[in-house]
């Protein structure tokens, strides 16, 4: 059935990965601190921090990883226990550091599949060095069947890493 779908929507889909990946990638360094890091995920309207020794990709901090260590809500003076946790804390100790990764000329379908998958929000694009090159995220799929059926938004070569 979405085979159907797909052909009576005339999908157009890209070869490869560099043709749909976002190029101006937002980054941390492992030893900065997690203070307002989350304040900046949000405000930027990122999930996805790639973490690099100058170009090099060296892991990947993710919303949930920022989320994971602040405590309740619920309890008594939980703003000083994060700011305490977050200056504590540097990147590296939170951070994911066996990252998937794929290349530029890893077709669109077969990264589609991986997100799907191995249920990833994201996949860093790096080269034959590990030098980050571009991330592609989930959203990124959206907004690839949302150009495809007319509806706008975006258009596909021209965003910034708006959806990281």
Same mark, same amino acid.
Request: aromatic content about 4%.
């Given at each position: 059935?979405?085979?159907?779908?797909?052909?009576?929507?005339?999908?157009?889909?890209?070869?490869?990965?560099?043709?749909?990946?976002?190029?101006?990638?937002?980054?941390?360094?492992?030893?900065?601190?997690?203070?307002?890091?989350? @304040?900046?995920?949000?405000?930027?309207?990122?999930?996805?921090?790639?973490?690099?020794?100058?170009?090099?990709?060296?892991?990947?901090?993710?919303?949930?990883?920022?989320?994971?260590?602040?405590?309740?809500?619920?309890?008594?003076?939980?703003?000083?226990?994060?700011?305490?946790?977050?200056?504590?804390?540097?990147?590296?100790?939170?951070?994911?550091?066996?990252?998937? @990764?794929?290349?530029?000329? @890893?077709?669109?379908?077969?990264?589609?599949?991986?997100?799907?998958?191995?249920?990833?929000?994201?996949?860093?694009?790096?080269?034959?060095?590990?030098?980050?090159?571009?991330?592609?995220?989930?959203?990124?799929?959206?907004?690839?069947?949302?150009?495809?059926?007319?509806?706008?938004?975006?258009?596909?070569?021209?965003?910034?890493?708006?959806?990281?």
């Amino acid at each position: 059935m979405a085979l159907a779908v797909a052909v009576a929507m005339k999908l157009e889909i890209p070869g490869t990965v560099s043709e749909i990946m976002v190029r101006d990638v937002v980054s941390v360094d492992e030893s900065d601190s997690l203070n307002d890091l989350l @304040t900046s995920l949000h405000a930027m309207r990122f999930r996805h921090l790639p973490v690099t020794d100058g170009d090099r990709l060296i892991g990947l901090l993710t919303e949930r990883d920022l989320l994971g260590i602040a405590t309740s809500s619920l309890w008594p003076h939980h703003g000083e226990q994060d700011r305490a946790l977050q200056t504590r804390f540097r990147v590296r100790d939170i951070m994911v550091k066996d990252v998937t @990764t794929v290349s530029p000329d @890893t077709s669109v379908r077969e990264a589609g599949k991986l997100l799907l998958q191995q249920r990833f929000g994201c996949l860093p694009v790096v080269d034959a060095n590990n030098v980050l090159l571009g991330i592609l995220t989930s959203s990124d799929f959206v907004r690839l069947v949302a150009h495809a059926q007319g509806g706008g938004g975006t258009p596909l070569r021209s965003r910034a890493a708006e959806t990281q």
